[in-house]
């Protein structure tokens, strides 16, 4: 099997995406807004084609599409109940890793991890894992800001804090 380098990954996701028909009917009749690209997974040093998953939305169709760009049937999924928790965070904590994600789409997952934090009190290691990219990527609240207009907390302040009171715990 080959090895994927994040480029070629963000490459070919982007060309199988614009090989779907409902892109290409809203390519056709106009539309502006068509699918974007919102983020892509794949397994945790692998790369491999068949460990690919990437995740699209439309925001003229209201749609969220979840597809596989490397396997040679077209393998397309609409209409799910999309949700960060079984989508991203789950398959962080399982082994995946991100190749790539819009800051409109940190955004809105900071968000929910804002919300999740307030309600529990805690996370996951699904949410361990994308703070640790966003550390390690230069994803900061002040980025969002900038570039997205986000308006909610630094989650980064809340992982830390976590962290500190567990370590308070354990001793």
């Known amino acids: 099997m080959m090895k994927l380098s994040k480029k070629k990954i963000m490459r070919e996701a982007g060309r199988f995406l614009k090989r779907t028909a409902e892109y290409q009917e809203d390519r056709e009749i106009g539309k502006p807004e068509n699918y974007r690209i919102q983020y892509i997974l794949s397994k945790e040093g692998k790369a491999q084609p068949e460990t690919v998953i990437a995740y699209a939305y439309s925001e003229y169709r209201e749609q969220e599409i979840f597809f596989y760009p490397f396997r040679r049937e077209e393998t397309v999924s609409y209409n799910w109940s999309s949700d960060f928790n079984s989508d991203l965070l789950e398959p962080l904590g399982n082994g995946y890793e991100i190749v ?72």
């Open 100 to 171: 790539g994600m819009t800051l409109e789409c940190h955004s809105a997952v900071w968000k929910m991890i804002e919300e999740s934090y307030k309600k529990d009190g805690e996370y996951s290691k699904g949410v361990q894992t994308y703070l640790s990219y966003c550390k390690q990527n230069g994803i900061t609240k002040q980025l969002l800001q900038e570039k997205v207009l986000h308006d909610g907390m630094d989650v980064m302040k809340l992982c830390k804090r976590a962290r500190e009171t567990k370590r308070v715990q354990e001793r």
